[in-house]
């Protein structure tokens, strides 16, 4: 009989789901068909807090037509970043949000189209600004979130303005430590209020009913001064459910309230369950609330204290649960985590308490503003603590998971459930013990015994070749974004000796701040002269060297040799022609595994340089695989057993050209391209070598 209640209510919740979903998205699709004309037919206000990148602020705006209705939300992106509540006139078009996962992400968060902004001839405040969102700006203005780091945290955790925290350092830092859900306001944001609250309310001798009441209302308030983000609005209603629960004399129970809570959601808005931080709060709160009791007693029984027990296993069960969704998404695994919640996490509820009581006072009293200093402080603490756990080796690491271990992670936590195995203090040691051991074991062998390797990493319309032996390694050319972060993460490289540019293509070096802020580098390598016209971003790098090569010049990498046979004089390595092209030998000379690293230099400039070289074993071919890359005469003089093409998918430009595998294959060369095999590995042998391919993780 239970059995069949749960499927009827599934079964009903499906349908339900289903239909509100089919009329959310013709409701979406009706209100882009609706944006008609010119946009300078419209205003658009700002109703979220901006989101500042290279490319501008962008935010989502509501489209107010000329009878002052609101049309539909877009996302706009402007030179400037405009405070919520802002209206400005502009002159655009609006364009349709395309298949791209970053356009569904936006569809799904209710915005129907991107406005394309061209000029903005009017900004001011909205007359229709509600006294919730006057005081957020009168709060706001007195933090001064621009004014330093310590003030855009501040802003950031009493009232969700994270535009300056998110366009600084420190995000990276709170990232980096996994520390960035105490910045969200979520569940504890809430819990902190309530519990000043019913300390207040119950000295006042206020009811248990009265006392729900007011939570509900002061949660419900909050949620709309920060923002009403999804994860913040979730932690509301379930705060609601259970004080209502608690109101009418009925025992709370979380998971039947964040069932409730999902379910609202998919009624009213089906849009925000694909939002990653909605799904992430949910299953913190679901892997807290199942594993929560039981991962404390499981610590306590090892040896922790119980209320360190009782803070790490928050942390722990809600890294279970978004792991598998955070791995994908970013590419890297923060194992300092726990840890730091418990450092920083004392000090950011103080800095919660401290800010909501003073910056409200201060916003009132002007004279009082000095005061700010205080969570100020706290915040800069907050800061120099992160930054100190962030500074430990390996806080971070480049991680990928597959659909294999996100079931399997998901598999453990139902049969952990199931099981709600009894075992001793002792037990738990040894496999504590056992695990570390693995671990270590495993660690040591990335970073001192990786077996000899050149790899041709698939970073798309990009070149990224890693060169490693042992402890020594060595990565040359970034590619062009952050794909560069997952190849290295595929290929579990925590450190880089260096990192070699051939030349400053942003298809070579684009990806090489993601680099910097993921993985230890040594030095940046870069052709004789090119150091000067390095980008800006490079060179205030803190604590990165440049180094010059001559040609003749030779980088080590444990048993490997990379030669620089070009160019031959210094050059400002901005032009193809000027790529710096390397001869990579491992082992003796005459027997040993050789490759011929060519950059985007072309037949013009490889005719002056393969006599140095001679025959390789690899060959990687220069520009993607261009037209203009190899030729008859060339590939007779390399003459490789196989020829690589680093290139992208779909990409404009043809690559790799069917002239270019022609040449190779009626030489005789095997042909590999990214595109088809992904990550193209090289290994060395006593007898030649093995090619190994591995595609990136779906």
């Not at 419209?42 to 107010?64: F, H, K, P």
């Not at 915005?111 to 509600?130: D, F, L, N, T, W």
């Not at 300390?199 to 009403?228: D, I, N, P, T």
């Not at 090489?512 to 993921?518: C, Q």
């Amino acid at each position: 009989m239970g059995a069949r209640v749960w499927l009827g209510w599934l079964g009903a919740s499906i349908m339900i789901a289903s239909i509100a979903s089919i009329a959310w998205s013709q409701t979406r699709l009706g209100e882009y068909a609706s944006l008609q004309g010119a946009m300078n037919l419209y205003e658009l206000e700002i109703v979220s807090d901006a989101s500042v990148s290279a490319y501008g602020a962008s935010s989502t705006a509501c489209v107010i037509d000329g009878n002052g209705d609101a049309v539909a939300h877009v996302r706009a992106t402007t030179d400037t970043a405009y405070d919520t509540g802002d209206v400005i006139g502009c002159i655009g078009r609006f364009e349709q949000l395309d298949a791209s996962e970053w356009g569904r992400s936006r569809f799904m968060r209710g915005e129907v189209a991107a406005a394309s902004i061209k000029v903005v001839i009017s900004a001011e405040s909205s007359k229709r600004q509600g006294p919730i969102a006057r005081v957020r700006s009168a709060v706001l203005d007195v933090i001064d979130p621009l004014r330093s780091e310590g003030r855009a945290l501040v802003a950031g955790i009493v009232c969700g303005h994270t535009s300056a925290l998110s366009s600084s350092e420190v995000s990276d830092v709170f990232a980096a430590t996994g520390l960035s859900h105490l910045v969200a306001v979520s569940g504890g944001h809430l819990a902190v209020i309530a519990s000043l609250l019913q300390l207040v309310l119950y000295r006042m001798k206020v009811g248990v009913r009265g006392r729900a009441a007011v939570l509900c209302v002061v949660s419900a308030v909050y949620v709309l001064f920060c923002g009403a983000a999804p994860s913040a609005v979730r932690s509301a209603i379930m705060v609601c459910l259970e004080l209502v629960a608690t109101g009418s004399w009925r025992r709370q129970h979380g998971l039947s309230a964040l069932a409730i809570t999902v379910v609202l959601f998919t009624v009213v808005n089906p849009g925000v369950v694909h939002d990653l931080g909605f799904q992430l709060s949910v299953l913190s709160v679901l892997f807290i609330a199942l594993f929560g009791r039981y991962v404390a007693v499981v610590l306590q029984r090892i040896g922790f204290p119980h209320l360190c027990a009782d803070a790490l296993s928050l942390t722990l069960c809600a890294q279970w649960a978004t792991v598998p969704l955070t791995v994908p998404v970013f590419g890297t695994l923060s194992l300092i985590a726990p840890i730091a919640n418990i450092i920083v996490g004392p000090l950011m509820s103080a800095l919660l308490v401290v800010g909501l009581v003073l910056s409200p006072v201060c916003a009132l009293i002007p004279l009082l503003e000095p005061c700010m200093a205080v969570p100020e402080a706290l915040a800069n603490l907050s800061i120099y603590a992160a930054r100190v756990v962030a500074e430990v080796p390996f806080a971070s690491i480049p991680c990928t998971i597959d659909t294999g271990g996100v079931s399997a992670m998901y598999a453990c936590a139902a049969a952990v459930y199931l099981g709600w195995w009894e075992v001793s203090g002792r037990l738990l040691s040894i496999g504590v013990a056992v695990a570390m051991l693995i671990a270590g074991i495993f660690v040591f062998r990335l970073l001192y015994a990786a077996p000899p390797s050149l790899v041709i990493l698939d970073v798309g319309q990009g070149d990224s070749i890693l060169i490693r032996d042992g402890p020594h390694a060595v990565l040359v050319d970034a590619g062009v974004d952050e794909q560069v972060v997952d190849a290295l993460a595929r290929q579990h490289v925590l450190r880089l000796d260096a990192v070699v540019i051939t030349h400053w293509d942003s298809d070579h070096w684009g990806g090489l701040p993601y680099v910097l802020d993921t993985v230890e580098v040594d030095r940046i390598i870069v052709g004789e002269g090119a150091r000067a016209t390095a980008p800006d971003e490079l060179k205030e790098e803190p604590g990165i060297e440049f180094e010059e090569l001559r040609r003749g010049d030779s980088v080590q990498v444990g048993d490997y040799s990379c030669k620089m046979v070009w160019p031959r004089t210094p050059t400002a390595g901005e032009e193809n022609a000027e790529s710096v092209a390397l001869a990579v030998r491992y082992g003796e000379v005459c027997s040993g595994f050789s490759a011929l690293l060519t950059g985007d230099t072309e037949i013009e400039q490889e005719s002056e340089y393969i006599d140095e070289v001679g025959t390789v074993d690899v060959l990687k071919l220069g520009h993607h695989g261009s037209a203009a890359s190899i030729d008859d005469e060339i590939i007779d003089v390399l003459d490789p057993a196989v020829a690589v093409a680093s290139a992208g998918e779909g990409n404009a430009y043809g690559h790799p050209t069917s002239e270019c595998i022609s040449v190779v294959e009626e030489q005789g060369a095997d042909f590999l391209c990214t595109i088809d095999a992904g990550d193209i590995s090289f290994l060395p042998r006593a007898d030649g070598f093995v090619v190994r391919t591995q595609h990136a993780v779906e």
